[in-house]
């Protein structure tokens, strides 16, 4: 919100305050002050009269001119091309400072020039408060401008102050320069002395005007005629309180609803008498066709918007432009005065859909006090009666009813000072209480307040003790140390584990991606290990940004995509992100691998991204973080197989929880998202935080020496290769010593083919055999090796290739 020392000065006395102190002030009150500057700056300015004006001699824009300031006459060459003879202008003397630098006699192309004929612009004026015309060249003043006169910005109304309040979305009631005036004056307990104007609407004549409204998103709507008004140039004042809000005066009557608006804070249009056929006004929605406003453009209003309308055709978008068609023009003779309540949210919706953001849109959906329209339509006529001739008034058509804004609210010295910690006597309380006009009454300790109707943010106790303390200052409170407990400063269990895992994933080649929290339906529909109801954002920024993601993986197949997309084939990815549904928040690990995840070229050698390398990718850190491999078991996918290929993906479980899926994507998912093949995991990292952990052992390595074995068999070719290496691990213990002697079980060979039956596989692995006590004997090989046969025989129905 805009506002102007000068504007201020009118209705408290601030004078004697700096920019910066009163800036500090009402910031220190809970108002941001977040700029302020003057409007204009210069000093040894004076208002001269251009008397002689010559082309320059070597040159085709400039110009000497010989300037008369009243106790001399400077020489002055100048570059603008409207200067000319009889101008009154303003000049700038020898050691003015501006603020593009000082001004100092010189010499220009060979002749004297002794001051400069200044631009507004060239002043400090904001460009954008000024005409093209006053862009292009010098400021030409009035005719009647003083010559000499050593205050030419003060002239023009230029000399003024302007501040941008950052308001808080509980104090709309500082839209309103009024109430902002109070409230400034309350922050200084200084005296704030208003126009008066109350009840200057309640007179007119009996009135033919019909207001209806056919919505409940207009609650009140008052609409007055004004007969006969003159349309002609605004007072100065007028002027000069619209441009420090950053607002081009148009006429007397248009600049008078303008700054109606900025003094109560409620919007109001004026329509030329002329254009509402039978004087007519309804309020109404379900319209569905293209609009013109005011500004020319044309709008396409649907049936949920709010529309003024006369006899069934619109004049206007409630609470944010009027029409075209009805606007004040220099022949209107008379108007229809409309000053209204809307809903802000309606007005919100429709201001954002068109992309319309006005200062009424901006204040209706801010919030308005609920007797503004009251307020505005009072203080309107009474300047249109002194500054437009209004005549031939009628009175007041009211549609709706008026909210009734009376609130009181109690409360003792004793709970303002408990709920703040401080120790304010009743009298400083009540002080504040009758600065903010709430007029307190004490009876028996305690007090009672009128909370005026503007303060819609007055709510109880709390909203009266922060009124008490911000007015008083924060710096009364007391210090105190705060109680805090010794803590020692230690990554948590959770904590440990992340960076545990990012470190190993990094180790191995992988990099880390943080991607959006909040995705697309599409994503949240397509979540892995996340299926539960997702949290839905009221107002999302856009539709790929609506819901908080429950799985990782399908934002970071998008980062795969792009990666393709873009020419990079080989990529292993990993990301590690709290996610979220409406019963739980868990933290998850998401890995991609694609193309080849190592390689030397030198040696000619590369590891492909296939499944087995995931899954040893997942067996290792497994294993780095604490979890014996005995533990963890991979089980046919039978969990998705929506996303993951059905034949080379798996579950992954560690004893009987299931921790996460890997495997290969699914084609028609893959085709989906723009990937080709790529490989995939998405694990609970919760359930992994809650497995008890190994605890890391030492031991000697052995000084024996140990004993190959391979052994070849064949098998059914539904079996899983993880049942055969389970049951060798359970009969691996010499029977003898209790020891176990078999140290490593590898897989070499798997073959399916030539020379083996249809249905069945062949399966080699080599055995590892060795003591850390003694040299084995054949003896105890052989036993624990037919004990393995045996088990094998029995348990996986394995016959042994001769």
């Known amino acids: 919100m805009r506002t102007s020392r000068k504007w201020l000065d009118q209705y408290v006395d601030i004078h004697d305050l700096s920019m910066e102190k009163l800036a500090n002030k009402i910031t220190d009150a809970g108002l941001e002050v977040e700029s302020y500057e003057s409007m204009s700056s210069g000093s040894n300015l004076v208002i001269g009269e251009v008397l002689t004006c010559e082309m320059h001699p070597d040159s085709d824009h400039l110009h000497l001119t010989t300037v008369n300031i009243g106790d001399e006459v400077l020489n002055i060459v100048c570059g603008a091309p409207n200067v000319a ?164 005066s148009i006429n007397n009557v248009v600049d008078i609803s303008n700054i109606v608006m900025l003094e109560t804070g409620q919007p109001m249009h004026f329509y030329d008498i002329d254009a509402i056929k039978g004087q007519e006004i309804t309020v109404a929605q379900g319209f569905d066709e293209d609009y013109t406003a005011l ?52 007005i919100r919706n429709t201001a954002r859909r068109l992309n319309l953001s ?11 006090e609920p007797l503004a329209p009251i307020k505005a339509l009072d203080r309107a006529v009474q300047l249109l009666v002194e500054y437009a001739d209004a005549k031939e008034i009628e009175e007041t058509v009211q549609c709706g009813e008026i909210a009734d804004p009376c609130t009181s609210l109690s409360c003792t010295a004793k709970e303002i000072n408990d709920r703040l910690g401080t120790d304010f006597s009743e009298e400083e309380i009540v002080s504040v209480f009758c600065r903010l006009d709430f007029d307190p009454i004490v009876q028996d300790g305690v007090i009672t307040v009128s909370i005026p109707s503007y303060r819609t943010d ?72 996340g299926s539960e109801e997702a949290i839905e954002l009221l107002s999302p920024m856009s539709e790929e940004r609506r819901w908080i993601r429950t799985s990782i993986l399908p934002s970071l197949i998008g980062v795969a995509a792009y990666n393709e997309a873009h020419g990079i084939k080989n990529t292993a990815l990993y990301e590690i992100s709290e996610v979220s549904a409406k019963k739980w928040i868990k933290n998850h690990l998401a890995i991609v691998l694609n193309g080849i995840v190592e390689e030397s070229r030198w040696l000619h050698e590369s590891v492909p991204a296939d499944f087995y390398t995931l899954k040893g990718l997942l067996e290792m850190y497994f294993e ?88 070849a068999f064949v098998v059914d070719r539904k079996l899983p290769v993880q049942k055969i290496v389970e049951t060798i691990s359970r009969h691996g213990r010499d029977l003898e010593t209790k020891e176990t002697i078999l140290k490593n079980i590898e897989v070499f060979d798997v073959y399916e083919g030539e020379h ?41 129905n394995a016959l042994l290739r001769q």
């Open 85 to 248: 003879v009889g101008q009154k202008v303003i000049v700038a003397k020898p050691g003015a400072k501006l603020p593009g630098g000082e001004i100092k006699k010189g010499s220009i192309r060979g002749q004297e020039s002794n001051g400069m004929i200044c631009a507004l612009f060239e002043l400090g004026v904001d460009p954008h408060m000024l005409s093209e015309e006053q862009k292009a060249g010098i400021e030409v003043l009035p005719d009647d401008a003083p010559i000499g006169y050593t205050d030419p910005l003060g002239y023009l109304g230029y000399d003024d102050d302007i501040f941008e309040i950052g308001l808080t979305p509980n104090r709309s009631d500082c839209q309103a320069q009024f109430n902002f005036a109070k409230e400034v004056g309350a922050i200084l307990d200084r005296e704030v002395i208003l126009p008066q104007f109350e009840n200057a609407a309640a007179i007119g004549n009996p009135t033919n005007l019909k207001i209806t409204s056919h919505t409940e998103k207009c609650p009140l709507f008052l609409g007055k005629v004004i007969g006969s008004i003159t349309i002609k140039e605004s007072p100065q004042w007028m002027k000069d309180l619209l441009r420090a809000a950053g607002m081009h």
């Open 295 to 346: 500004d020319g453009e044309t709008y396409r209003l649907l049936p949920e918007d709010v529309v003024i309308t006369n006899e069934g055709k619109p004049i206007g978008i409630a609470g944010i432009m009027g029409g075209d068609d009805s606007k004040i023009l220099d022949t209107t003779h008379g108007l229809i005065i409309e000053c209204a309540s809307f809903d802000h949210v309606s």
């Open 358 to 368: 006005t200062e009424s849109s901006l204040r209706y959906q801010r919030g308005i």
């Open 458 to 529: 007055m709510e109880g106790m709390a909203d009266l003790s922060e009124e008490v303390i911000r007015i008083l200052g924060y710096d009364r409170l007391p210090s105190t140390l705060p109680f805090m407990p010794m803590t020692e400063g230690k990554l948590n269990k959770e904590q440990s584990l992340i960076r545990q895992t990012e470190q190993l994933l990094c180790d191995k080649g992988l990099q880390q991606c943080v991607t959006y929290t909040l995705v697309s339906t599409y994503k949240k529909d397509n979540a892995i290990l």
């Open 624 to 711: 780095k973080i604490g979890i014996n491999k005995n533990r963890i078991s991979f089980k046919q996918n039978t969990k998705d197989i929506k996303h993951f290929h059905p034949y080379r993906s798996a579950e992954v479980y560690i004893g009987k929880d299931l921790v996460g899926l890997l495997g290969e994507i699914h084609p028609l998912y893959a085709k989906e998202n723009d990937v080709k093949r790529i490989y995939m995991a998405e694990l609970d990292l919760d359930v992994v935080m809650k497995v008890k952990k190994s605890k890391i052992k030492f031991v000697p390595i052995s000084k024996y020496p140990s004993i190959m074995r391979d052994l």
């Open 756 to 796: 083996v039956h249809a249905d069945q596989k062949s399966v080699a692995i080599t055995l590892e055999f060795q003591s850390s006590t003694h040299t084995l004997k054949d003896a105890q090989i052989n036993s624990v090796f037919e004990t393995i046969l045996k088990a094998l025989e029995k348990d996986c």
